[in-house]
């Protein structure tokens, strides 16, 4: 059974700091997902990681994924308040005849000034 | 594009009625899943679909009824509502194999009393 575990749970940051949140999933999959939202909304699409050693950065956020260590990590450079959202990471279930989306329970993140 | 649409937005049943929570899409995905998200639980999967003609259960199958009776439309029934069904709702669209990553609907929010 996959499993995604996502740490930490709930991060509190000051402005212009950097950090990282941290996806590890229990078994093999190439194919995770990095998902934003914003209180009372839907969930938006930050990243598509499809292959080992997948970088890929948008403005403050990158995002890597390593399938041998079953881990991928959401850098975030000098956050501002508009960063502050709840961020999810989640792993297709590929064993199946498609992929579903498991998800990890969500990191909030509040960025303070 | 209108993307995946949900609706309605927000429902109050009382315990023991029926409903059915429609997600439309209009990009052609064959895959489609409905998903449930609960304060610290993440999303966990209900139930999804492969194709017209294809459903299949996910984690939390249970009280739930799907159809996929066209690509577009992908409604979900709750066959008799209990207080433990209220919660917010997602449907998410994608192309076989999700390379491009699943669109979400805005959400449905449902409240059993």
């Known amino acids: 059974e996959l499993k995604v575990e996502q740490n930490p749970l709930f991060l509190s940051m000051q402005e212009g700091k950097n950090y990282t949140i941290y996806c590890n999933y229990s078994?093999?999959?190439?194919?995770l997902y990095w998902y934003r939202q914003d209180p009372g909304k839907s969930l938006e699409s930050l990243f598509v990681l499809l292959s080992n050693g997948a970088v890929k950065q948008e403005g403050r956020l990158m995002a890597s994924l390593d399938t041998k260590a079953r881990l991928s990590t959401l850098h975030i450079t000098a956050a501002v308040h508009d960063l502050s959202a709840t961020y999810f990471c989640a792993v297709s279930n590929y064993g199946g005849s498609q992929g579903n989306l498991i998800f990890g329970k969500g990191t909030k993140l509040s960025v303070k000034p | 594009n209108a993307g995946v649409t949900q609706t309605p937005k927000f429902q109050v049943l009382k315990t023991g009625q029926s409903m059915t929570l429609q997600c439309a899409q209009d990009?052609?995905?064959?895959?489609m899943s409905w998903y449930r998200q609960d304060p610290g639980m993440g999303l966990r999967l209900i139930h999804y679909?492969?194709?017209?003609?294809?459903?299949d259960q996910g984690e939390v199958p249970n009280g739930y009824n799907v159809s996929r009776s066209t690509t577009e439309d992908f409604p979900l029934r709750l066959l008799s509502a209990a207080p433990s069904q209220t919660s917010v709702y997602f449907c998410?669209?994608?192309?076989?194999?999700?390379?491009?990553?699943?669109?979400f609907g805005s959400g449905t929010r449902l409240t059993v009393v």
């Open positions: 990009m052609n995905h064959e895959y």
């Open positions: 998410a669209s994608s192309w076989t194999g999700a390379r491009y990553g699943y669109t």
């Open positions: 679909s492969v194709g017209a003609g294809i459903t």
């Open positions: 078994t093999t999959s190439d194919r």
